[in-house]
């Protein structure tokens, strides 16, 4: 069976085929991450080239010396020479020549709070975010955007600074890309461009579930939109828990993840979870999308129902972007609450270009869950012993459903795709999975 790489198979009684993401689909993971430093490929060949530049100028000067030749051709030379040194490449942009691009020290301290002393913007870096859920199809919305789009930019990994309280290193990643491709302001942009401005986009499953990442994104990025994925509780449990134990070996029995992922909090954990906590960020907790989702600050949450759905103490961080919601079905073509998906994001992020239908997108190499030694590990949520732990994953997933269809809904500042497809999609969290036949 074929599959998105970071999903399982939506009838849980079925073969059990489950794929590792080649980055993985929570940042806390312990699996090798390849951390981004910024030199992308563009870079790269931008440097080649200008050697390239360098050396055919050499020789081309040696040749005019050798000539003789001196005057107003040799001026024009020198000029011609400094405008190839510096003159983009197709993919690249300039700054102003009244308004230089600041240099990395003119944007941030070491502590990322320099623009708060000084009054430096950095709020046109980053247009966009994938902030969540894990195990909810965001690595395939990471390729589907990040390599489908001329329009978009994203770094290939995860990208969770923000929540870790080091927007600092978030824009030394995107330093680079934004020179080329015109975000400073005051930027000179070339013609073959047509006036087109790449998005900036990253991706962090975990964002919304910690304490700082909604906080730093409202203060450095005010205006920037979210993309947010959810799927039903009870498969989100197992997709999450199985990840992990193959990750990770041997997780505590299920029945004991009923709750908060870290004790005393309801964040969860943000730094080296995978090995610190007891739950290694597994806990029925963390199905409680509609917990983070309020974060946002989007509804009035000023009646007694709304908030008798609301039980947590997290911050409320209003967020004046706007936010694109998913439910994983949707990413599955197979599915009809997919069929407009790549016409609404487009609309959401503003592309001109159309991206592809999600049929026609090439799902990174993923390596499967092989190794015996480690789906020894694995739980199968549908079996009479994790029945207690379904009801209270299904009891979740009534409560999500009911806030996110009767408020979270009502924001013009929600878009959903195929609205009366997400509405079913939303309303069969209420049922037990391993009912449907």
């Known amino acids: 069976m074929n599959y998105l790489d970071d999903e399982e198979p939506n009838n849980t009684q079925d073969e059990l085929v489950f794929i590792v993401p080649a980055t993985g689909d929570d940042d806390d993971s312990s699996y090798e991450h390849s951390e981004w430093k910024g030199k992308s490929q563009q870079r790269q060949r931008e440097i080649q080239r200008r050697q390239s530049v360098y050396f055919a100028a050499g020789i081309c000067l040696g040749l005019i010396l050798v000539a003789g030749i001196e005057g107003n051709v040799f001026g024009e030379f020198i000029s011609l020479f400094l405008r190839l040194n510096t003159a983009p490449s197709p993919t690249t942009k300039i700054c102003a020549m009244d308004e230089a691009c600041p240099s990395m020290n003119d944007l941030v301290d070491p502590n990322g709070r320099k623009r708060h002393q000084n009054g430096v913007d950095i709020s046109w870096m980053l247009d966009f975010a994938i902030v969540g859920n894990s195990k909810c199809g965001t690595s395939f919305l990471l390729r589907y955007l990040g390599k489908s789009s001329p329009d978009i930019y994203m770094p290939p990994d995860e990208l969770c600074k923000m929540s870790s309280n080091k927007p600092d290193e978030l824009v030394e990643t995107f330093y680079d890309q934004s020179v080329i491709h015109g975000k400073f302001p005051g930027a000179l942009r070339s013609d073959e461009d047509d006036n087109r401005m790449v998005l900036h986009g990253l991706k962090c499953p975990k964002e919304i579930a910690t304490e700082l990442g909604l906080i730093n994104y409202a203060k450095f990025f005010p205006d920037m939109k979210f993309i947010v994925t959810t799927r039903h509780p009870v498969l989100f449990f197992q997709s999450f828990y199985n990840y992990r134990a193959y990750g990770n070996g041997e997780l505590p029995p299920p029945s004991s993840l009923i709750g908060a992922c870290v004790e005393g909090s309801p964040y969860v954990c943000n730094k080296h979870c995978a090995i610190s906590?007891?739950?290694?960020?597994?806990?029925?907790?963390?199905?409680?999308?509609?917990?983070?989702?309020?974060?946002?600050?989007?509804?009035?949450?000023?009646?007694?129902?709304?908030?008798?759905?609301?039980?947590?103490?997290?911050?409320?961080?209003?967020?004046?972007?706007?936010?694109?919601?998913?439910?994983?079905?949707?990413?599955?073509?197979?599915?009809?609450?997919?069929?407009?998906?790549?016409?609404?994001l487009k609309a959401f992020l503003g592309l001109q270009h159309d991206l592809p239908e999600l049929e026609d997108v090439v799902v990174a190499e993923s390596t499967r869950y092989t190794d015996p030694t480690r789906t020894k590990y694995f739980i199968n949520i549908c079996d009479d012993e994790h029945s207690q732990l379904r009801k209270v994953l299904v009891d979740i997933g009534w409560e999500a459903s009911e806030w996110i269809l009767k408020y979270f809904l009502q924001s013009d500042d929600v878009v959903v795709s195929s609205r009366e497809e997400f509405i079913a999609l939303i309303g069969k969290w209420k049922e037990d999975p391993c009912d449907w036949k």
């Open 277 to 344: 906590t007891f739950t290694q960020n597994v806990c029925t907790d963390r199905a409680k999308f509609h917990h983070f989702l309020s974060r946002f600050g989007k509804t009035s949450m000023d009646s007694k129902e709304e908030m008798s759905l609301l039980q947590h103490s997290m911050g409320i961080v209003p967020i004046k972007g706007k936010i694109f919601l998913m439910e994983l079905e949707q990413l599955k073509p197979s599915n009809p609450a997919s069929r407009n998906i790549p016409d609404d």
